[in-house]
């Protein structure tokens, strides 16, 4: 690298950590939520996310043998681990559950060419194989997925020719958003630095062609309407409330994006139903040595963008959220307990 762009990066670095904004959301409530713990007997090994679909609770997670874990929502919590782990058809190495989920939930592997879906009753009362390929998919870099129609998918994630991808037969038929769309200062960085800056996790419910994409680093908001047909989005609205701060780092003489001691996490996980979606926030700085974080704070947003209530959890932070027929149910950490769920109950039911 040169003097001259060495002195170009400092500048850059400089500019998204001084001259960065803020706006404040003009919350119609805030409300105070105090939530009860499940007592999880079984070990969730290392954990990861929670996920809601119809009639059981899943978390991501890794015990070694598998990478889901499934909860019936009844008192008995009645559980069983899946989502067996290798390299094999039907395995995973990690796993992320794609949105929304039915009594079928689907999963993918990052940096696999399989989404692997999921009969949860089969699963749980034994009726027969529960485990079949649902789709292929490219492998290509996927931050983000969320299923769109029977066989379309669109997902986020390092692409080169968009923020967004639709995939479909396992290919990336088509690319679209760009960052020369988004208001932000430094918009002229390289792609493969506002792919990461700018990324975040997408939901999209059952009834509706509407997702939310909730920013990881920056705090930002993002609503699309889908057009299956055309394979397209419409921008219903997009607010960024502050950008994310970070460093750009040489690699090999390109530039990358690097955490500095003032890169918050934002939302770490979005969920909903169809009148509302909540993002859990964080707003700490990150840890050098945590991979994951934690927030107390969910944000409601209604499918318009408008921001509906903070709410405040009381007694634990937690990593991810989960919401259905009028419960929010938490995945939480505690060093004197470990991993367990917490369920609350919902203003919003």
């Known amino acids: 690298m040169n003097k001259c762009t060495v002195i170009i990066f400092a500048i850059i670095t400089c500019f998204t950590s001084c001259e960065k904004q803020t706006l404040e959301k003009p919350w119609r409530e805030i409300i ?3 939530g009860k ?24 997670n890794d015990i070694g043998k598998t990478h889901l874990t499934g909860f019936t929502y009844d008192s008995e919590h009645r559980v069983v681990n899946f989502a067996q782990h290798g390299t094999g058809p039907l395995e995973f190495k990690s796993a992320k559950v794609i949105p929304p989920s039915t009594s079928i939930i689907e999963a993918y592997s990052i940096m696999s060419s399989q989404i692997i879906g999921f009969k949860l009753d089969s699963l749980f009362y034994h009726t027969g194989p529960h485990a079949y390929k649902a789709a292929g998919i490219p492998i290509v870099p996927i931050i983000s ?12 994630g390092l ?14 038929t088509s690319h679209t958003g760009s960052f020369d769309d988004l208001n932000v200062q430094h918009k002229s960085l390289p792609a493969n630095v506002l792919s990461i800056a700018f990324q975040g996790n997408m939901f999209k419910p059952k009834h509706h062609n509407r997702f939310a994409l909730a920013g990881r680093y920056g ?3 993002e609503i699309y309407e889908v057009d299956t047909t055309h394979q397209s989005l419409k921008e219903i609205k997009s607010t960024l409330y502050e950008e994310p701060v970070f460093a750009i780092r040489d690699i090999h003489g390109s530039p990358n994006f690097s955490p500095n001691r003032e890169t918050k996490w934002a939302y770490i996980t979005v969920t909903g139903d169809e009148s509302y979606f909540y993002a859990l926030y964080s707003g700490k700085i990150q840890a050098l040595d945590k991979n994951f974080s934690s927030g107390s704070e969910i ?16 007694d634990y932070h937690a990593k991810s959220v989960a919401v259905f027929e009028g419960k929010l149910y938490t995945l939480v ?12 109950d919902s203003p919003f039911s």
């Open 299 to 314: 944000h409601v947003y209604d499918w318009s963008g408008l921001p509906i209530a903070c709410l405040k959890l009381t």
């Open 159 to 172: 692409f080169k020719d968009g923020r967004f991808a639709f995939i479909k037969d396992g290919k990336v």
């Open 333 to 344: 950490e505690d060093e004197d307990f470990g991993y367990d769920i917490v369920e609350y």
């Open 219 to 221: 705090d930002f908001i």
């Open 145 to 156: 997925m969320c299923k769109i129609s029977d066989d379309l998918y669109l997902a986020t």
């Open 37 to 60: 713990r499940w007592h999880v007997e079984k070990s969730l090994g290392r954990a990861f996310s929670i996920n809601s679909s119809d009639y059981y609770l899943i978390v991501t």
């Open 32 to 34: 105070e939520l105090t």
